[in-house]
């Protein structure tokens, strides 16, 4: 009976890089004498024709309905490539392995220098073995973000909400963070937006207690107090633990939005009719938690 060789998942990415070949060796030792395993590196570069990649355009028709279409790139022979593999035992393991890149490739950034790696341009999944290895760019969906209604209410009317002051930094972190690809990263970039909407709040305290006083004495909603504290809790995992844990990342950016709409408010009937809905969005996802 003939033997069956176990399948590798592979997952090949490719970086512009200024690395030169006479270094690969030194930083193949880094790797090795600081325990990533699992990850093989090289240099590649396209040698006699130009190769592409793709880049993803999302954009509206006529009816508000989204979507996302692709367009190429070229990569010219003899640009420069970082080549970091990754093998895994199944699919899904490799499908979540973004993060085994993103590690790898700021650990080589921060001790090396940022254009080791300065731009994810190629990603390739496949089995090991196969003929068939392709590969793609930016990753063309959209996010809850990109489909998202617009607020156009009439009772009471949208356009007579009024907004207290958004720090430059909010917006600035905010405009990085509804680009982002993977929800991990926009979470990271959006509370960090909310903090600095919460900072700017009058009275004094910490940004804990301002957001306390905020949402459930001021709004008066221990619902809404009680989801930023989960919220905050996601937030404790990434930032002090370096963990992302806490359910569905999506769904987290999703309520962190709806609570940073409410942070920018001042009081108003359309603060009110927003965090009625998002009261009843809380309770929504809480009950399908326990079902």
């Not at 970091?84 to 950034?109: I, M, P």
């Not at 993977?182 to 009275?203: K, N, S």
Request: hydrophobic letters at 40%; a negative charge.
């Amino acid at each position: 009976m003939a033997e069956v060789m176990e399948q590798m998942f592979v997952a090949e990415m490719l970086w512009s890089s200024s690395l030169q070949q006479a270094d690969l060796a030194r930083v193949r030792a880094f790797l090795d004498n600081n325990g990533f395993k699992g990850v093989d590196v090289a240099l590649s570069t396209p040698m006699t024709e130009p190769a592409t990649r793709t880049r993803w355009a999302t954009y509206y028709d006529a009816a508000g309905q989204c979507i996302s279409t692709n367009y190429e790139m070229l990569i010219q022979p003899g640009w420069m490539f970082l080549k970091l593999v990754f093998c895994y035992s199944t699919a899904s393991e490799r499908d979540a392995g973004h993060a085994d890149a993103v590690l790898v490739a700021n650990a080589l950034r921060m001790v090396f220098g940022v254009p080791i790696a300065r731009e994810l341009v190629l990603v390739g999944h496949y089995i090991k073995g196969a003929q068939d290895k392709p590969y793609y760019s930016d990753i063309g969906y959209a996010s809850s973000f990109d489909n998202q209604r617009l607020n156009l209410f009439q009772d009471p009317p949208i356009e007579d909400a009024k907004l207290m002051s958004i720090p430059i930094e909010a917006s600035t972190l905010l405009e990085k963070a509804f680009i982002q690809t993977y929800p991990h990263e926009r979470f990271v970039l959006m509370w960090l937006a909310f903090e600095a909407v919460i900072h700017a709040h009058p009275g004094g305290g910490s940004n804990g207690e301002k957001r306390r006083r905020y949402f459930v004495n001021q709004l008066g909603s221990q619902i809404a107090g009680g989801e930023v504290n989960r919220l905050r809790g996601i937030r404790d995992c990434a930032f002090k633990e370096g963990k992302f844990e806490g359910g569905n990342f999506d769904q987290a950016c999703w309520s962190l939005y709806a609570a940073l709409q409410l942070a920018i408010l001042e009081d108003c009937p359309q603060r009110a009719a927003y965090l009625k809905g998002y009261e009843i969005y809380i309770s929504g996802q809480l009950g399908a938690g326990s079902a």
